[in-house]
């Protein structure tokens, strides 16, 4: 069955310090790959989604995520963090079953 | 793209009763999800709504607890029937604009965020 894994559950860095998210999935065959983040009281905004192609993908708010075959990875970076980047990062997959599969989420906390 | 509005955005309700969520969407779709998430959770998959069809439901959810309407291609309800607090969570509304869950942009709605007392 298909899983996703995101290891940290919660994630403190100082604004203007790099970002890495972490994302594990598991699937067969080559999955189709989302980051979503969702800030207090909002719903799910996408951030970036890898189908194939180039393994570096960008995203909007200056996200980018790099797709890792070899180690089921789709991690998502940031050079430079935000005082509004703060809220929680979902991974997700998406598999043939037309089903999007969520991971635990990231909670990230942003201090001045 | 699509925006997607939920009402209510919250509500607090007693034991034994039945909420019903509204979804729309500002353009027509096919594919519309309702999700569950609960305190803390990630989120849950309840059930695919395509117009025209039955609602399909995820394993450990049923139509008698969670019955959804889709009456066209821009409007959908689920009803939390005979609430207890464990179904005190956030539940969100998603389309896609494709026939593709693997292709294509889920949007998501704001959410509704019930309470049960």
């Known amino acids: 069955a298909q899983s996703v894994t995101q290891p940290d559950i919660h994630i403190t860095v100082s604004e203007g310090a790099s970002l890495e998210l972490r994302c594990n999935y598991s699937?067969?065959?080559?999955?189709?790959l989302f980051w979503y983040v969702q800030s207090p009281g909002q719903g799910l905004q996408l951030l970036l989604k890898y189908f194939s192609g180039d393994t570096l993908v960008q995203g909007i708010k200056g996200f980018e995520a790099e797709f890792k075959r070899s180690q089921s990875s789709f991690n998502l970076r940031k050079p430079s963090v935000h005082w509004s980047d703060a809220a929680e990062y979902f991974c997700a997959v998406a598999a043939n079953t037309d089903k999007l599969i969520f991971g635990t989420g990231t909670r990230l906390q942003v201090f001045p | 793209s699509a925006v997607i509005s939920q009402k209510p955005s919250r509500d607090i309700c007693q034991r034994g009763t039945s909420l019903t969520i509204q979804c729309q969407v500002d353009?027509?779709?096919?594919?519309m999800f309702w999700y569950r998430q609960q305190p803390g959770q990630s989120l849950t998959l309840i059930a695919t709504?395509?117009?025209?069809?039955?609602?399909?439901?995820e394993s450990g959810f049923v139509i008698d607890k969670f019955p959804i309407s889709r009456p066209n291609l821009t409007f959908s309800t689920l009803t939390v029937s005979n609430m207890s607090p464990e179904d005190s969570s956030i539940y969100l509304c998603?389309?896609?604009?494709?026939?593709?869950?693997?292709?294509?942009?889920?949007?998501f709605g704001p959410g509704t965020r019930l309470t049960v007392l």
């Open positions: 709504a395509n117009q025209g069809s039955e609602a399909t439901y």
């Open positions: 998603s389309v896609a604009t494709g026939t593709s869950v693997s292709y294509n942009e889920q949007f």
């Open positions: 699937y067969g065959a080559t999955p189709y």
């Open positions: 353009s027509q779709v096919t594919m």
